[in-house]
């Protein structure tokens, strides 16, 4: 496996339910970030996380729980979601932190459908 | 006020054309101007960066950020069916002070190049 892969691609589930997004990166890197992305809105940030320590919380609601146990490895934790949290959900990790003017790398992201 | 507006398109045009990508912002610390390119199922990939004003090309791309205007553009010259994606712009203001060098996105614009 190369760059940034996100398991599983395609998720349903019932607002009920609790689920995993996992996210692992094979670049080498320092920083990890949750992203979601809805249809005909920017990217918004989630959660930022430098050396396994959460950096960032972007206003989150707590449905919503990360975790990154090494640096290559980041999961989100899902919980009583609301059908409004149906959406791509992007992991991107970064070489540095503070990012000063590294690239972000994307991996393919997860489309999440709440009923 | 969005902090970055980008007209979501979308923009359909005919293969071998000029096309002209635009981002306007009103955040006056940002320095960092990003384009990223995401195909359909896939993650967003770096294109262009550019540091501060002026103008950089890379192959039939060309990024042009003009501070003084808050604005910032991505022109393709000799546009090709493969060049069909939706192009998000992305700014930074760097790791000074209370920014860690947050990505602010554009909402994207949909490109489709026909033959």
């Known amino acids: 496996e190369t760059g940034v892969t996100q398991t599983p691609r395609h998720l349903v589930m019932g607002m009920t339910n609790k689920k995993s997004l996992k996210c692992e990166q094979h670049l080498g890197h320092n920083a990890m970030y949750w992203y979601k992305q809805s249809a005909k809105k920017p990217l918004e940030l989630m959660f930022v996380?430098?050396?396994?320590?959460?950096?960032e919380n972007n206003s989150v609601p707590s449905r919503f729980s990360p975790e990154c146990p090494n640096s290559s490895h980041l999961f989100l934790h899902l919980h009583t979601l609301q059908p409004e949290d149906s959406a791509l959900y992007l992991c991107?990790?970064?070489?540095?932190?503070?990012?000063?003017?590294?690239?972000?790398?994307f991996g393919p992201g997860t489309r999440l459908t709440v009923l | 006020q969005k902090e970055v507006e980008q007209d979501p398109g979308p923009l359909s045009v005919p293969e071998g054309a000029i096309v002209s990508l635009n981002c306007t912002y009103s955040n006056s610390a940002f320095q960092y101007f990003m384009w990223y390119r995401q195909y359909s199922r896939k993650g967003p990939e770096l294109l262009m960066y550019t540091y501060s004003s002026g103008n950089k090309e890379d192959g039939r791309f060309t990024a042009q950020v003009d501070k003084s205007s808050k604005y910032i553009s991505l022109f393709i010259r000799d546009s090709q069916p493969s060049d069909s994606a939706t192009y998000l712009c992305a700014m930074s203001a760097g790791a000074g002070g209370t920014s860690y060098g947050k990505l602010t996105f554009g909402q994207g614009t949909i490109l489709t190049v026909h033959p």
């Open positions: 996380y430098s050396l396994e320590e959460r950096v």
């Open positions: 991107a990790s970064s070489p540095s932190f503070p990012w000063e003017a590294s690239e972000q790398f």
